[in-house]
């Protein structure tokens, strides 16, 4: 093993959003042998889901350094900074995008190994993401479930599929449930795109209202990703906070913010459409309801849920029903770690992983170059617009005039970017949506 793996290493996260920023720091620090000293970079893509300092502090997860770059900008300090790790937080294609253009950097000279995964559960565009991540060292997987699914679209491909690696969600822990508190605390914990429409996004605030009235001695939270104004993973058109205005809930209905483990720390009943806080509920052993009124459907994402015996309606918890979840399900998820069902000790999720980077890190002659399954060969209708979205050419490097810069913007391009990008904002938040609904009529 290198001396690198066992005294020092240092690890770069690139990431494009607070949660994917939250995954990858936090795979970061898993993947660090216990005896190693970790020095930590973070890299935030500007976009429109570049987390606010506010969303920063949430998360909770403390680098060395943290700064905002385009892509080209991020591709230049890779080929200057001798980093171990490099872990990939970004969307399918920011991935796919980043791999090409550091294969055109990196060329066949020393290189950093490249982990990339998912943040939570893969419920959709299951092939579409699979292969836009390939051609990382890693593709981590956070079940057997995953691992199983995941191996078996790159054979089917005729990919290389030796890449996926079987770890956890990296955001599991924190204190089991010992039992109810007072008051009974019921959490509904929202997603910023499920459901997508007024309409059910209404019904469910409406029936979680109702759910505090019908029981004025529980304690109804309704947990929330972001603020008005701030962006997520995915856009949020109907935040909760503006639907919940003028409709008067009761003194025991309250709005929450901050870190979702304090959130479980006080909780009784989880309720959820298909949020991964679902899961972290279940490793805890918080009893958990994923709900079923409006139909378990792909478009939901709640249908990844079936079979775990935590499918339920409001009406159904109204009347006090209470979830138990099916001990196999859970397994095969990698939820509540060590609990008679086999699954194994949470705390050595990530040994595999780590026993693969350091056999690549001692690997003989270094690394080889990316071999991405996307090429200008095998995708020459798909891979050129992907990449030119980052400002890269098919080849994977920079085009001409892309954005960078060889030094830190000074104070007024920081305002004219900030002005810019809350623009950008503006105008995905605001603004888009309107032009959609008009285009509907």
Not at 271 to 300: C, F, K, M, N, Q
Not at 376 to 403: N, Q, S
Request: glycine share 10%; charged share 25%; hydrophobic share 40%.
């Amino acid at each position: 093993m290198p001396a690198s793996a066992t005294k020092s290493l240092r690890v770069a996260v690139l990431a494009d959003s607070d949660t994917r920023w939250k995954w990858g720091a936090l795979t970061a620090r898993r993947l660090a042998p216990a005896a190693a000293e970790v020095r930590l970079d973070g890299y935030l893509l500007r976009g429109r889901a570049t987390p606010t300092a506010r969303q920063l502090q949430e998360v909770g997860v403390q680098a060395d350094a943290l700064r905002e770059v385009t892509g080209v900008e991020f591709l230049r300090a890779m080929t200057g900074e001798p980093y171990d790790v490099l872990v990939l937080a970004l969307v399918g294609g920011g991935v796919q995008a980043m791999l090409h253009g550091l294969r055109a950097a990196w060329g066949s000279g020393r290189r950093p190994v490249v982990v990339t995964g998912y943040v939570g559960v893969v419920y959709e565009k299951l092939a579409d993401g699979l292969l836009l991540r390939h051609g990382a060292d890693l593709v981590l997987a956070n079940s057997r479930h995953d691992a199983d699914r995941f191996r078996a679209v790159y054979e089917g491909v005729g990919a290389d599929a030796s890449a996926v690696t079987e770890v956890a969600l990296p955001f599991l822990g924190g204190a089991p449930y010992a039992g109810e508190h007072e008051p009974y605390t019921v959490v509904f914990a929202a997603q910023p795109s499920v459901p997508d429409n007024r309409r059910d996004r209404t019904y469910l605030l409406d029936r979680l209202i109702q759910h505090a009235r019908r029981h004025p001695e529980r304690e109804v939270l309704l947990k929330l990703r972001s603020k008005p104004g701030e962006h997520t993973t995915h856009i949020e058109e109907l935040p909760y906070q503006k639907l919940v205005q003028g409709k008067e809930p009761p003194a025991n209905f309250r709005l929450v913010y901050g870190h979702m483990g304090e959130v479980l720390d006080r909780t009784d009943l989880l309720v959820t459409v298909s949020s991964t806080a679902a899961l972290e509920a279940l490793h805890r052993r918080v009893p958990t309801v994923v709900l079923t009124d409006l139909g378990v459907r792909e478009v939901l994402g709640n249908h990844h849920f079936t079979g775990s015996g935590c499918l339920a309606s409001w009406d159904q918890l109204d009347a006090g029903h209470r979830p138990v979840p099916d001990e196999e399900w859970l397994a095969r998820q990698g939820v509540a770690a060590g609990t008679p069902s086999g699954a194994g000790s949470y705390e050595t999720a990530f040994d595999a992983a780590r026993e693969r980077i350091a056999k690549l890190l001692d690997r003989p002659g270094g690394l080889p170059p990316l071999n991405p399954y996307y090429t200008p060969e095998t995708a020459p209708g798909y891979l050129p617009g992907i990449l030119a979205r980052h400002h890269l050419g098919p080849d994977g490097a920079p085009l001409p005039g892309a954005p960078a810069a060889d030094k830190a913007p000074g104070p007024v391009r920081q305002i004219v970017r900030r002005a810019a990008r809350g623009a950008y904002r503006h105008g995905v938040q605001r603004v888009a949506p309107v032009i959609r609904r008009m285009g509907e009529l």
